[in-house]
């Protein structure tokens, strides 16, 4: 028998602020029974009839609405006057008769079964209240005032959803705002252009997460990997996601990016826009950003780990060293559009991006431009990304390296003194990429690598 509660324990409990726990109940199925077909008892019965529950009216008079609802076979009225037998079976009891001291007896007898009860005219004694609701979409806002005054929720509730609809009504007027005049209003949102380094989600900056983890829209890029919003713990139920998944980023893919991110803003919401590495290092940031002032929306720059940096250390070679490296330059194989790059100034070491598919044209430009064929060189592909891979040796054999191990982009080419001496055999131990280390590791091309080195050395 379930344990009774006295009085006095009841009315400590029934002053506690946070009493009730507010849950989400799915009563599909559940035989529910309503004593008392008056007003609130027809709300309550017709409330847990709309959420599939197989409802049982016990009262000796109904309400006309219900009468409409026992004809149409969507509930069952046994008229007459309550009694426990009623309870047989029963998952949940609202106990709603103009009767208080029945509606307790009611209660108590539940209690005695383990049903739980909501009583209408005696909030103390109460297990189960209704909520106020409203749904919109796929929310529900519920909101009680801890058995108070039903009123006073009802209210609240209004007032949610008024402002809600507003809010809605307001971002289709923003729009129209936007394409009049060409600027965002007051209530614009946020965009966060977000660089999230080279792919391993461990490498996003504490403020690029914040900022990812508050936004209502996150859309992120293709190189950093389908998986890497979930890695990053993302509950895509609060905030919209898109990976920019498939196709090249043409004029027309930039314009739509460009696009959906003002839509987003100018309906108040805050824009979380992921881009692999920093946005500024080859990253497209400042076009979107350039087109997002243009539209008044607020932007904020979230710097991140560069993946022409990024990679190499994280592969063990450092980008300076004090005897061995003082300069660096980090350039891309590809102009705007695709072209080919044909100038790479001179410094201790070159790191290209881009390079993979103009690799051959990249070599014998660093040799026309004096590079000597044996300066060491060394590619990595999807660095810091499970499933990463090197590739190692001189500057005139790189190329055919490359073929032989099917190395594709994403991937870096570091020539000079960069690539002459790998400091470290694997990134940090942890669990991010352990497998894929081993592998590269144990790999044949890396082993290759590390012979070289030494004779280098
Ligand atoms: C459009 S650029 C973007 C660069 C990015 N903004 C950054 O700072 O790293 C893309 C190029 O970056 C390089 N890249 C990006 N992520 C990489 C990774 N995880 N491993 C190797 N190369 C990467 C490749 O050369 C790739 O073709």
Redesign the pocket.
């Known amino acids: 028998m379930p344990s009774r509660i006295s009085p006095t324990t009841r009315k400590k409990i029934s002053k506690r602020p946070g009493r009730f726990l507010t849950l989400g109940l799915d009563v599909t199925g559940w035989r529910c029974l309503v004593v008392g077909g008056g007003r609130i008892g027809a709300r309550k019965a017709m409330t847990l009839m709309e959420h599939g529950a197989k409802v049982v009216v016990c009262s000796p008079r109904i309400e006309p609405g219900l009468r409409k609802a026992v004809q149409e076979q969507k509930l069952v009225w046994k008229q007459g006057e309550y009694n426990r037998a009623r309870l047989r079976g029963v998952r949940l009891v609202v106990a709603a008769t103009h009767d208080a001291a029945l509606n307790l007896r009611i209660s108590e007898d539940a209690e005695a079964r383990g049903i739980p009860c909501c009583v209408v005219s005696a909030k103390r004694q109460t297990r189960v209240l209704f909520t106020a609701t409203h749904t919109r979409d796929d929310v529900t806002i519920a909101v009680h005032s801890q058995g108070r005054s039903p009123r006073r929720s009802a209210e609240v509730r209004d007032r949610i959803a008024r402002w809600l609809s507003a809010d809605v009504e307001s971002s289709a007027a923003h729009i129209d705002d936007v394409t009049s005049s060409g600027r965002c209003k007051a209530t614009c949102g946020k965009v966060y252009i977000i660089g999230a380094g080279?792919?391993a989600a461990d490498l996003v900056t504490v403020r690029g997460l914040q900022a990812i983890r508050r936004a209502d829209l996150v859309i992120y890029d293709r190189?950093l990997g389908r998986d890497f919003t979930e890695q990053l713990g993302l509950d895509s139920k609060y905030s919209q996601v898109e990976w920019l998944g498939a196709g090249r980023m043409g004029p027309a893919r930039q314009s739509d990016i460009n696009h959906r991110m003002l839509a987003a803003a100018v309906s108040g919401r805050t824009v979380a826009r992921v881009?692999?590495?920093?946005?500024f290092?080859?990253?497209r940031g400042t076009e979107e950003i350039e087109f997002l002032h243009k539209h008044g929306v607020p932007c904020e720059i979230i710097p991140g780990v560069?993946?022409?940096l990024g990679?190499l250390s994280g592969a063990g070679y450092a980008v300076t060293a004090r005897e061995r490296g003082r300069s660096v330059v980090i350039t891309s194989a590809q102009l705007a559009g695709g072209a080919f790059n044909d100038q790479y100034p001179k410094a201790d070491s070159v790191i290209v991006?881009?390079?993979i598919g103009m690799l051959g044209k990249v070599v014998d430009r660093l040799l026309a431009d004096g590079w000597s064929p044996d300066t060491p060189t060394v590619i990595?592909?999807?660095?810091?990304?499970a499933g990463e891979r090197e590739v190692a040796g001189r500057l005139r054999q790189i190329n055919v390296q490359a073929k032989e191990h099917d190395i594709e982009?994403?991937?870096?080419l570091a020539v000079g003194t960069v690539a002459a001496r790998k400091y470290v055999s694997g990134g940090p131990t942890g669990r991010r990429s352990a497998v894929g280390r081993e592998e590269v590791l144990n790999s044949r091309v890396t082993r290759q690598h590390l012979r070289m080195l030494e004779e280098l050395d």
Do not use: H, Y
Request: proline share 11%; net charge neutral.
């Open positions: 080279p792919g190189i881009k692999n590495g920093d946005p290092v080859f990253g560069s993946s022409a990679v991006l881009m390079a990595i592909e999807r660095g810091t990304q982009s994403p991937a870096i």
